[in-house]
């Protein structure tokens, strides 16, 4: 896996700008237009680096004066992450979380139960032990995920 499980969007663009023209062509590729409101959720999402839902994008977005569908912002959501510039979670919650991979390595994710804090966390050594089981097994990765479920610290203090 090594290489291959670190996030990286089509063509290897980090940059906004460089997302957006490979969104595009995607959207292209898919027989899509690339609107101004597709364009806007692009952009409100890949500005945070926060684990949003796609209703509080929507709320983002209506907030800075856009009128953009709730239907669209679903829609789009999907299509970044089919166009590998954006990731689907599902954090314990009942709804879906997306975060844009811009430039971000594959990382994984605790979750505090009391509070609901997400922490990110990156260990180099997940990508060998991920590789080597799914090589030992002839499986075929492609992608994975690692949530860790518990309290965080301020939660485990206030529960003493």
């Known amino acids: 896996m090594g290489k291959s499980a670190v996030a990286k969007p089509t063509n290897g663009s980090n940059s906004v700008a460089g997302a957006l023209r490979n969104f595009g ?9 690339f609107t101004s409101e597709r364009r806007a959720i692009a952009v409100a999402l890949f500005e945070t680096d926060a684990h949003l839902e796609a209703e509080e994008l929507l709320l983002r977005l209506r907030r800075s004066g856009s009128r953009v569908s709730r239907a ?3 829609r789009t959501l999907d299509l970044l992450v089919a166009a590998r510039l954006a990731r689907k979670v599902r954090l314990g919650t009942d709804h879906n ?3 844009h991979i811009l ?9 505090c139960i009391g509070c609901g804090q997400v922490i990110e966390w ?4 997940m990508d060998r032990i991920v590789e080597r089981n799914t090589k ?4 075929t990765a492609t ?6 479920f518990g309290r965080c610290a301020n939660c485990a203090e206030s529960d003493s």
């Open 122 to 125: 990156f260990d180099p050594q």
């Open 72 to 74: 669209t912002v679903y």
């Open 103 to 111: 430039g971000r390595r594959q990382h994984e994710h605790m979750v």
């Open 136 to 139: 030992e097994q002839g499986f």
């Open 25 to 33: 062509e995607h959207l292209a590729d898919n027989g899509l237009r």
């Open 143 to 148: 992608r994975y995920t690692v949530q860790v």
């Open 97 to 99: 979380l997306f975060e």
